[in-house]
Each structure stands twice: as C-alpha cells, then as structure tokens.
C-alpha cells in the first residue's frame, strides 16, 4: 500500500523539481534522513523495524512546504510529527493524527514567517527547475500563492494555471492535474477510499456554493477554491490516511462532507489561506468517534429488525 502511495507521488516530486527547482528534492533528503532516524530510534527499542509509511510521511510532508523552507526548520517538523504525531501513540498503525500533518501544523504556527511569507516564482518552459537550484524570490506577498491573492486583492488565478501548476504554492501542491491522475491512480488500486474523497469535495462544494451564490465576498467560486490552496492534494494523500481516517464505508462519508465543510469555514473566516490542514486534523479527532456512532447505529438497527421479527 504505501508503496504504490510512493508510486503516486514520485510525479509531484519530479514537477516540485521542475517548478521550484532542485532544492525540492535537496529538502526531502534531509527531511527523510531525520523522519527514518527519528523512528529508527523509537522502534529499536521495542526491537520493530522502520515501516515504509515514513518515508510516505516525509514526502506528504516536504511536498507541503514552500520551496523556500530553511532545511533545519523542515527537519525540526519531522522529528515532532514523528515522535508526537506517531511514535507517542505507539508507532505504526496506532497513531490518531496524520504524522506529516502533524509536522506540517507545528512549522507552520511556530515559524510563521518562512512558511508564509517567503515564496519562489515558478519556472516555465524548458528546462524549467532542472536548471536552477531555487528559482526567484516573490517579493510581493499578495502575488505569492492563488489563495493569498485572493484574499489580498479579489483576484482570481486563470483555472487553466491552477490546473497546470504554472502559481506559485507549495511544492506539490500546485498541479492539479498531477494530483487528480493520482488519485484516479490510487482509487484504481485501491489503496484510497474515494468516499472519503466524494465527502470532501461534496462538503466543500455544497457549502461554498451557498455562501458564494448569497454573495459572500470572502468566499470565492468553487472551483477556483477546489483547485487551489492544497485542497485537492490534501483530500487525495492526507484526508484518505486509512490509519487516522474511519474504517467503516459510512463514517468515510461523514468524514469527508466533515472536512469539507470545516475547510470553507477556515479558509473563509478565520486568518488561515488554505485551511485543508487543520481541517483534516479536526477531522481526524472525530474519526474514532464517528466509526463509533455508525457502528452503534448498525447494532441498534439490526437489533430492532430482530426485535421486529420475533414480535411477528
């Protein structure tokens, strides 16, 4: 399973490269040097072996980060999504929370400045990144990513960009073509739950049509706001985690239109441009809860059609 997540990814990585250029790829060898040693440690004393789903966990994470993120900031979120988004619950398979999410949120409130202030421009043509280490800086924080725009001008970024990868963001966030051929990929082998992905989209789109269609100016079509702002990237890799998301086919369901929802809210009335990430953490403290509920609502169902028939 993780393997074939691997597979998925390692077109993002080659576009990351392309896009930003190969400090991209420089960053994710550091990240994953400490993410494997960090869990090296920990399941060594239990006599475990270091399970493929770390370096899964290093990628998602590096690909959530902008060009820019200073290598030891990057490798200080690994080691706290390893050790306290995973290995505090017991290591694999046992862990609530996403562990790159979880890094991903401790960068992202503790080092405000460089995960959201200092962004590359993307590179275009041929050889594009190949060529360059990092490509320029963004000088103007309100040109810096699709959703900042947004928010700071009211304007929108052609579709046909967003679609293609041509904004800048992080890594790989910005394709979404990229990212929607790996989830058609992963939903083929059946390693993502697409009711999870079906809840979100259902979630985010019913609601922001709504507020957009009454006139909600903080709210931006839906479309513009599904292809932007690492929605889809991470209702593809992180809202489908089968370890910190619901097992049962209808709490799937409930937590993805969960997610969705919850991302609107953020993304349109609290300070946070994106919102996906702290949503699918929210999400994820109700897992359990909402496997509960479906769970107890089947027994008591099944319980009252056999109370039904012995009473006939």
Known sequence: ????????????????????????????????????????????????????AIFVTCILYVLTLPARTPIWIAVVGIIFGVLFGKEVFGGFGKNIFNPALVARAFVYVSFPEPLTIQWSKVATGFP???ATY????????????????????????????????????????????????????????????????AGVLIGFTGLSSILYLVGNPQIPNPLFGILSGGFLFGMVFMATDPISSPKTKEGKWIYGILIGIITVIIRGYALFAGGMMFAILIGNTFAPIIDEGVRYGKKRKKESKEKGGSVA
């Open 134 to 197: 990092i490509t320029e800086n963004i000088d103007t924080i309100s040109q810096a990513t699709p959703m900042l725009m947004f928010r700071d001008t009211g304007q929108m970024e052609p579709l046909r960009n967003l679609l293609i990868g041509n904004v800048s963001g992080s890594l790989g966030e910005t394709s979404a073509i990229l990212i929607i051929l790996a989830a058609i990929y992963l939903i083929y082998k059946k390693v993502a739950a697409w009711e999870t992905m």
């Open 128 to 130: 594009g990144g190949f």
């Open 1 to 52: 399973m993780m393997r074939t997540v691997i597979i998925a990814l390692i077109p993002l990585i080659i576009a990351s490269i392309y896009f930003f250029g190969w400090r991209s790829l420089v960053l994710l060898l550091w990240v994953t040097l400490f993410g494997v040693g960090t869990e090296y440690i920990f399941e060594k004393q239990y006599d475990r072996k270091v399970s493929e």
